[in-house]
């Protein structure tokens, strides 16, 4: 492969080039997560609360659209390079082991990161149909929240949801420090600790909302 | 030698990868080893089988070996799922049948990726590491009298870490194990070995670029971090050697 001045499309066609943008691109979703789950947790002080963090949070005006244009092309950019990675992982292997073991590296969250990952794709879509793309003009944020959660079975496919992201982040948090490079012996043990405890706070910050909405508030 | 009924002494059923050839398409056979002593290495008892074969007048089963005590990396293939078989920190000819139960089944597997091809049986052609290794896993240096051994100081911690790396026997047990038939940890020790040393480091960018530039062209798959080829591997080299090759990669690119 030639480098020199086309550097960056080499880079994006080498295989670190593209794990890069999967941990820059997945990290950026990880700070979205608990930015999302910090305004989300107002929800505990009150129904008025709740409904000013929404407001307050959209008369930001262009700052919103503005991050909402770079979550949509951070979302492109990881489904896509994701996806190619995925068919280049399967075409490196055309004969597959009669028989194949775990070693004992592999977790929950490293095996099933492809399928978590088109799930919590189909769930973004749904997600964002029922909450951001959702006629709020009769209604408050609240209401509509109350009202789809108290559907159990919405609020149970919510939690699995949940639990299916944290699942994913337990794998790719550790994973991306690990592509960055910035993760050596003394530093490795502490970004998988970070990463389950961040995957815990977001299955159960997340998962734990409907249940709060439906039975304690 | 002892005989069968004799504790020491085990039998096994072997589910062997027979192909005839590189084109040619392969298939499991099985075969009865019996009296297989305790003692014996996983190699010296397909040696005993080979050997029954040859007199009934059968193809032996093709594997790779040389120097049989876990330093050349010639040997290996899946035994049971697992590379090298089922324990830590050893190569094939180090596996002892002892860790074998009389009347099991063991399935013996080449290591499957699309970079290494079966030459015959378990036999493969690894020639694409020597390919990646050609690329920049080298340091140039004129030729002339020996520079005196202590001239260039040498961390005493970059030191270990480098023969650490350096400890890679290029046996692919790492690219046989990744579920994505990565080479990431081969490459990574490689990378690693030559620029945690000062005689490494005036070509480490166009090294660290030449050779993953390489590795990608040869169809390895990319690494998820899934850390099996550090589990598997013989000589137990770390994935931190992979982080440190990343750490090559962005500092190649950005410098």
Redesign the interface.
């Known amino acids: 492969?030639q480098?020199g001045l086309n550097?960056f499309i080499?880079?994006l066609?080498?295989?670190?080039?593209?794990?890069?943008i999967m941990a820059l691109t997945g990290l950026g979703f990880c700070i979205f997560l608990i930015a999302h789950l910090a305004g989300n947790l107002t929800i505990c002080a009150g129904e008025d609360a709740f409904n000013s963090y929404s407001e307050r949070l959209h008369a930001l005006g262009p700052l919103v659209i503005l991050t909402e244009i770079g979550l949509l092309f951070f979302a492109v950019t990881h489904v896509f390079i994701g996806a190619y990675?995925f068919y280049?992982?399967f075409?490196?292997?055309?004969?597959?082991?009669?028989?194949?073991?775990?070693?004992?590296?592999?977790t929950i969250g490293?095996?099933t990161?492809p399928y978590t990952g088109l799930f919590i794709l189909l769930f973004i879509v749904l997600h964002l149909v029922d909450f951001h793309f959702v006629e709020k003009t009769d209604q408050t944020i609240y209401q509509i929240v109350l009202e789809t959660f108290s559907n159990p079975g919405y609020a149970f496919f919510y939690i699995v949801s949940m639990i299916i992201v944290a699942i994913h982040v337990s794998?790719g948090f550790?994973?991306a420090f690990?592509?960055?490079?910035?993760?050596?012996?003394g530093y490795?043990s502490l970004f998988r600790v970070m990463g389950i405890v961040i995957s815990l706070a977001v299955g159960f910050g997340f998962g734990l909302l409907p249940i709060y909405i439906s039975f304690i508030s | 030698m002892t005989k069968a009924g004799n504790k020491s002494c085990i039998n096994l059923k072997l589910k062997v990868w027979r192909q005839k050839g590189p084109d040619v398409k392969g298939r499991f056979e099985t075969y009865k080893a019996r009296d297989v002593s305790t003692n014996m290495s996983f190699l010296e008892m397909l040696d005993v089988v080979n050997e029954e074969m040859i007199l009934s007048g059968k193809d032996p089963i093709a594997f790779d070996h040389d120097c049989r005590e876990g330093i050349c990396g010639a040997c290996g293939t899946m035994v049971n799922g697992r590379a090298h078989g089922p324990e830590k920190g050893t190569t094939l000819c180090q596996l002892h049948m002892r860790h074998f139960s009389n009347g099991d089944t063991v399935i013996i597997e080449p290591w499957r990726s699309r970079a290494f091809k079966v030459v015959k049986d378990l036999v493969l052609d690894r020639s694409v590491f020597d390919k990646i290794i050609q690329a920049g896993g080298y340091i140039s240096v004129n030729t002339g009298g020996a520079p005196d051994g202590n001239a260039i100081p040498v961390p005493q911690e970059s030191a270990e870490k480098a023969m650490d790396a350096a400890a890679c026997i290029g046996c692919g047990a790492c690219v046989a194990a990744c579920p994505n038939a990565s080479a990431m940890l081969f490459v990574g020790a490689k990378v690693s070995q030559f620029t945690l040393l000062p005689q490494g480091l005036p070509e480490a960018k166009k090294r660290a670029l030449a050779m993953i530039g390489k590795m990608d062209e040869l169809g390895f798959g990319n690494c998820t971090n899934e850390t099996e080829c550090e589990k598997e591997c013989p000589k137990e080299i770390s994935i931190e050697n992979i982080a440190r090759m990343n750490r090559e990669f962005l500092k190649a690119g950005l410098s």
């Open positions: 492969m480098w550097w080499c880079t066609r080498s295989s670190i080039g593209k794990k890069l990675l280049e992982n075409r490196a292997r055309p004969e597959k082991y009669l028989i194949k073991k775990n070693a004992g590296g592999r490293s095996v990161m794998h550790w994973s690990q592509t960055l490079g910035v993760s050596n012996s490795m």
